[in-house]
């Protein structure tokens, strides 16, 4: 079967992005941000007024090729989500899914996909389950 590329630019408001970053610190990166390959205590949630997380910020100990520091903003987040819906990250359906409702009135992402986001924006990949 033949196929065509539909390509659709959308604008994300920043608090659904504030809501991804929150969900992962408080339940889906859990498991790894704060676990023996981050240097411990060097995990930082940057909160607003409102208490949503705005930035991660963290430093890997190992498997890092580089200084090992780690900055998720929300454009990172932004570009995570790209990544995946354009098919250059490969993650379960129902993730995708879930990920191409960032930007829409229908916006619903779980703690899982928050995880694949930013484990995307820190990475370019999955490294974590």
Same mark, same amino acid.
């Given at each position: ?17 504030? !809501? %991804?970053?929150?969900?992962?610190? @408080?339940?889906?990166? $859990?498991?790894?941000?704060? #676990?023996?390959? &981050? ?12 208490? !949503? %997380?705005?930035?991660?910020?963290? @430093?890997?100990?190992? $498997?890092?090729?580089?200084? #090992?520091?780690? &900055? ?58």
């Amino acid at each position: 079967m033949s196929t065509l590329r539909l390509t659709v630019e959308r604008q994300v408001p920043l608090e659904q992005v504030y !809501d %991804v970053l929150t969900t992962a610190v @408080e339940g889906g990166s $859990g498991y790894w941000l704060f #676990g023996e390959d &981050v240097q411990p205590r060097s995990a930082q949630a940057i909160r607003n007024s409102d208490h !949503d %997380v705005t930035r991660i910020e963290f @430093e890997v100990v190992v $498997g890092s090729n580089d200084d #090992g520091r780690r &900055v998720v903003t929300p454009q990172k987040i932004v570009d995570a989500a790209q990544k995946v819906l354009d098919g250059r990250v490969q993650v379960r359906p129902d993730l995708v899914d879930q990920i191409g409702t960032l930007g829409t009135g229908r916006f619903d992402i779980d703690a899982d996909a928050a995880d694949v986001l930013v484990q995307v924006a820190a990475f370019g990949e999955i490294v974590y389950g």
